[in-house]
């Protein structure tokens, strides 16, 4: 069964309002998704587009299959520090005037080939470890199905404004596609109000 807050979401007022939005406080605040209502306790709450996962969930099925779960953990791991690695051995063929004495200083060239292959190995261990929790993270909770798990409608956010930052309160609502058992999953952010003013 699926609980909704009846007080959370009015999806026939405000529907055509545009990109920015003044809340209570007077305050601008910047959406680049649908807002569909503004609420009185200065939150704001609006949809997100269903997320599109097939590269993810290919990959992990392709890599989980070939490798295990214990295998890609540690390859991951290992791709991550070996990049981090990479990346801070390159520094010093790039700043000249800060100089890291700790770490190797190779000609330009060999630091260009360094910080590559390190960017590269970063994004292999996120990919990597990223996959090993799609799938835990779709595994049905009811039938314990693995990749079972799908948006059936579009993530609902909710904004508040709070001291460290707007915290963004995520509803995502997902189906097992095996005994279609309903759940929602809740999780959020908070984004700090330093980084908002650079948009
Ligand atoms: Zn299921």
């Known amino acids: 069964m699926i609980k909704q807050n009846k007080n959370e979401v009015n999806t026939n007022s405000n529907y ?3 990109n920015n939005k003044f809340n209570s406080n ?3 605040i910047h959406i ?11 939150s704001v709450s609006y949809e997100l587009n269903i997320q599109d996962n097939t590269f993810i969930e290919n990959f992990s099925k392709y890599i989980t299959k070939k490798l295990g779960d214990k295998k890609v953990a540690i390859w991951g791991l290992i791709e991550l520090i070996t990049g981090l690695i990479s990346v801070f051995s390159s520094l010093n063929s790039f700043f000249d005037n800060i100089s890291f004495t700790w770490l190797p200083n190779f000609p330009k060239t060999i630091g260009i080939i360094f910080l590559i292959v390190g960017i590269i190995l970063l994004l292999a261990g996120v990919v990597f470890l990223n996959s090993l929790k799609y799938k835990k993270d779709t595994t049905c909770e009811k039938c314990n199905k ?3 798990y799908l ?3 579009n993530p609902l956010v909710r904004e508040v404004e709070t001291r460290e930052g707007t915290r963004k309160n995520i509803i995502e609502y997902l ?4 005994c279609h058992d309903k759940i929602e999953r809740k999780h959020h952010k ?5 980084e908002e ?3």
């Open 16 to 18: 055509n309002l545009k």
């Open 26 to 28: 007077g305050g601008e």
């Open 32 to 42: 680049g998704d649908k807002i569909h209502q503004e609420i009185k306790d200065n």
């Open 146 to 148: 693995e990749y079972a």
């Open 151 to 153: 948006q059936y409608k």
């Open 175 to 178: 189906e097992c596609r095996y």
């Open 190 to 194: 908070i984004i700090p109000y330093e």
């Open 197 to 199: 003013s650079d948009i």
